[in-house]
């Protein structure tokens, strides 16, 4: 791992959740003007914007929710 100069998207992913999560909630919430701007509906970008804040933050989830186990 030492001798790549790049981290993949996978990595990446794992290492901050919370900037495509960031992303996702700024793309949803500008979704009407992506619509005017590029014709794409703006559900599908709403639904883009949704799994993008969304999948990223599974990890979390899943640490957070094995770390109340470990505390019963």
């Known amino acids: 791992m030492a001798n790549k100069p790049y981290l993949t998207f996978i990595e990446q992913l794992k290492q901050n959740p919370l900037i495509f999560t960031i992303v996702g909630l700024i793309i949803g919430s500008a979704s009407k003007e992506i ?32 770390r109340l186990k470990k505390r019963k």
Do not use: C, D, N, Y
């Open 35 to 66: 619509e005017k701007f590029s014709g794409i509906p703006s559900q599908a970008v709403g639904i883009f914007a949704v799994i993008l804040a969304i999948v990223p933050l599974f990890p979390l989830f899943r640490k957070f929710l094995l």
